[in-house]
Structure formats: C-alpha cells, structure tokens
C-alpha cells in the first residue's frame, strides 16, 4: 500500500524566485491537503484540493497557489519567495467520503530561501 | 479556526516511565488525531479518535468529546517515543485539520 509521496526533499531558492513542490497521494485516496510548517511550530493549513478544485483555503496570501491533476497528485506553487517562506511543507491526503476522515501526511519537503 | 492547546509543552522521562500528554479543543471536533513526528519531520499517525479509547501497544488515547479534550498515554517509555506530539482536529462544516503548538517529549536511557 503506497503510502504519501512528496518531491522534492530538499530545496534551496533565493529570495525573488518560484518554486513547485509536488504530492502523490496515498492509494484510493482522492483529496489532498496542503501544510507549512515553520521551526518549532505546529502545521498551518494552506489549501485543499478535491476533483480538481481548490475546496478551501487557509490565511496564505495568493503567492501560494496549487493545482491538482486527474490521476489526484498535486502541486503547491510559490511565488516571489520570501525569507519568511522557508519552513517544512506537508502534504496530507484523505478520502472525500466523509469530511472527517482520518488524514495521512508525507515526509515533506524542506524549503530553504535565502 | 480552532484553537487547540497542547500540555505540557516540554516532558523530559526516564526509559520506563508512564506520562500522560493532554490536548484541550476550543472548539467540539469532528475529527481528532494524535501525530508523533520523527527527526526527519514526516507526520506518523498514533490515533484517529474522535470519542472513547484505543490502544496501540504501549499507547493508548482517550477523547472525552463532551469535555473537548483529549488525553495520549505512553507507558514504558523508550527512548524511540522520543520526537514531537502533536494533536490535531477537524470542527464541523470545516475541512481542515488544526494543530496544536506540540509537546516535545525527550526520554533518556
């Protein structure tokens, strides 16, 4: 059973550039979920998207936005990097049966702007 | 957004003690979830439990969903449970899980 996948571990950007995290959910899941995480803190929710459709967003600025394709994998895209982005962000995915439904999350992927 | 508080922030043990780890919602939830998060920052489900007990070798957790808090048993501490607790919940007509600040358990050999 495939669990949560995310790409890529590790990345280092400057300040001013673009980046593009990508998420596999695990299998039969259909809904993934969108998390930063800065040092020393509990995740905040960035996003949400199910059928292709962002479901709901949290209190991130509209430099952060993401995308999910057919097969149900996703992209979290930022934009204008800032110093203040660099933090562990996480992908969870879920089944949409039920809104309440037990969440599973990825190693994540370590950002770095400097 | 809920406000979830986690207690204590900080829990030092020695290998075999028993601690209790707390979690308090401001807020009824529909989804509860206890996460351990390893070294390397992946998110390790404990428990989905959104009311009553389970246990999982030497954990356990109990929702008291009335009250709006939870509560994470570890007994027999090993130095392996060490990492970072957090729980986190989903309130209703809402899709996103909230989290707590953590608690940071570190037990010693």
């Known amino acids: 059973d495939a669990g949560v996948t995310q790409s890529p571990t590790h990345l280092i950007k400057t300040r001013g550039q673009q980046v593009t995290l990508r998420c596999s959910p695990k299998?039969?899941?259909?809904?993934v979920s969108w998390y930063q995480q800065a040092l020393g803190q509990g995740p905040q929710f960035i996003f949400q998207y199910y059928e292709e459709e962002e479901r709901q967003r949290g209190n991130f600025p509209d430099r952060f936005s993401g995308h999910q394709f057919p097969n149900y994998s996703s992209e979290l895209n930022v934009n204008a990097l800032l110093l203040g982005d660099s933090a562990l962000y996480l992908c969870a995915s879920t089944l949409a049966g039920d809104r309440y439904n037990e969440q599973f999350f990825g190693p994540g992927t370590r950002l770095t702007v400097l | 957004g809920i406000q979830v508080e986690q207690s204590p922030p900080d829990l030092i043990l020695q290998e075999g003690a028993n601690s209790t780890l707390r979690c308090n919602f401001s807020d009824s939830v529909n989804n509860l979830q206890w996460f351990h998060q390893n070294p390397w920052g992946q998110l390790i489900n404990l428990f989905y439990?959104?009311?009553g007990t389970k246990q999982n070798g030497r954990l356990s957790a109990t929702t008291v969903a009335t009250e709006r808090y939870s509560l994470l048993y570890i007994s027999s501490s090993q130095t392996t449970d060490s990492g970072v607790y957090f729980c986190a919940g989903i309130r209703s007509n809402d899709y996103k899980l909230s989290f707590g600040a953590g608690t940071t358990v570190t037990v010693r050999a």
């Open positions: 299998s039969g899941h259909d809904t």
């Open positions: 439990i959104p009311s």
